[in-house]
């Protein structure tokens, strides 16, 4: 299934919400990618999270299409570096020109090689395609992560530092 977390340590979960997507629904049109054509905006939608615990000292977060038709899946965002004292992302956080992540965050470059947020873009004929927001609460206030590695590589940073763990999930459809 490619699940982004399979190989992750089991931690306690804590809460991942969004004004801008219902667990499970389709995302919105605008949170789409017009960099891939797919006829959206590249806006990240607003994220808001509670119940992080005790001991957190930064978050991290990543989008990522477990469905794409490349046998390792699609990174789509990948954040680091978001201060403990932080509890929402608002909208189209992911355009770096925007400046609306908190000061100490990092975005590290997507599959296309651009440090934003690459909205969803399911080839033509493909069907759906889950996009899993993950947000990792972090024992460090800093990973040493290369400001051009991959998310993939986050995430093997981030195995020993993760205390909990949110998910969110939309899903793209194209026909």
Do not use: C
């Amino acid at each position: 299934m490619n699940d982004p977390s399979w190989k992750l340590p089991e931690v306690p979960h804590f809460s991942l919400t969004s004004p801008d997507l219902e667990e499970g629904a389709g995302l919105s049109p605008w949170a789409r990618s017009g960099t891939a054509g797919a006829g959206g905006d590249d806006r990240s939608p607003a994220i808001e999270w509670s119940g992080a615990p005790e001991g957190t000292q930064s978050f991290a977060l990543t989008m990522y299409d477990p469905d794409a038709p490349t046998g390792s899946g699609w990174w789509h965002w990948a954040v680091h570096g978001i201060p403990a004292t932080t509890t929402s992302l608002p909208s189209n956080a992911g355009d770096p020109e925007a400046g609306l992540l908190p000061h100490g965050a990092v975005m590290l470059p997507n599959e296309i090689r651009l440090p934003r947020y690459l909205g969803a873009a399911p080839p033509a004929g493909h069907g759906d395609h889950r996009y899993i927001f993950t947000l990792s609460t972090l024992d460090t206030p800093a990973l040493d992560v290369d400001p051009e590695s991959t998310p993939a590589y986050l995430g093997f940073v981030l195995r020993d530092h993760i205390i909990a763990r949110a998910v969110s999930t939309g899903v793209s459809h194209t026909d």
